[in-house]
T-cell receptor
Framework: AQSVTQLGSHVSVSEGALVLLRCNYS??????LFWYVQYPNQGLQLLLK??????LVKGINGFEAEFKKSETSFHLTKPSAHMSDAAEYFCAVIISGGYNKLIFGAGTRLAVHP | DTEVTQTPKHLVMGMTNKKSLKCEQHMGHRAMYWYKQKAKKPPELMFV???????INESVPSRFSPECPNSSLLNLHLHALQPEDSALYLC???????????????FGPGTRLTVL
């Protein structure tokens, strides 16, 4: 069965520092992987998604993620954090070929300090 | 228009009340979803509608009753809820119900429900 593990429920960085949010997946078939962001009292917004092909995926707001099959990872990075990046981030996987059912990780809350 | 709208934004109800949540999209999507999100937790899937038919019910209690009157509209009827049902209820839609990364789910802003 597919699952997603996000390492670190809270991550704190200084403004301008590198952001690294970790996501590892478990899947017996090639996975479809997503990163979503949720700002306080809002719905979820798609940051980026992995499809077959390029393993380095660029998303919105300067975020990118690299799919590493050998490490079963899909970590999210941003070179320079901005105060507006403070939010909850969810990594998710879809069971390919079945219904469009997102399986979410537990989430990582990103805090950005001046 | 890539927006999913939800009304109301906030809802407070007693355990004997009947209320409804509404979700609307005008992207021509044929799959729509209800999620429940408790504080500091990820969203949990409740229902999936595919081409206006209920496809998935994730063992949700019958006090939650979904309805899809047409391809653009999704309702969630609430009756005899419990305080533990208080949560953020999110609606989402996607072009089709097939699981692949080309079939992005678009989320609405949610309805914050409080059951007294």
């Amino acid at each position: 069965a597919q699952s997603v593990t996000q390492l670190g429920s809270h991550v704190s960085v200084s403004e301008g520092a590198l952001v690294l949010l970790r996501c590892n997946y478990s899947s017996s078939v090639p996975p479809y992987l997503f990163w979503y962001v949720q700002y306080p009292n809002q719905g979820l917004q798609l940051l980026l998604k992995y499809t077959t092909g390029a393993t380095l995926v660029k998303g919105i707001n300067g975020f990118e993620a690299e799919f590493k099959k050998s490490e079963t990872s899909f970590h999210l990075t941003k070179p320079s954090a901005h105060m507006s990046d403070a939010a909850e981030y969810f990594c998710a996987v879809i069971i390919s070929g079945g219904y469009n059912k997102l399986i979410f990780g537990a989430g990582t809350r990103l805090a950005v300090h001046p | 228009d890539t927006e999913v709208t939800q009304t109301p934004k906030h809802l407070v109800m007693g355990m004997t009340n009947k209320k409804s949540l509404k979700c609307e999209q005008h992207m021509g999507h044929r799959a729509m979803y209800w999620y429940k999100q408790k504080a500091k937790k990820p969203p949990e899937l409740m229902f999936v509608y595919s081409y206006e038919k209920l496809s998935i019910n994730e063992s949700v209690p019958s006090r939650f009753s979904p309805e899809c009157p047409n391809s653009s509209l999704l309702n969630l009827h609430l009756h005899a809820l419990q305080p533990e049902d208080s949560a953020l209820y999110l609606c989402a839609s996607s072009q089709s119900p097939t699981g692949n990364s080309y079939n992005e789910q678009f989320f609405g802003p949610g309805t914050r429900l409080t059951v007294l």
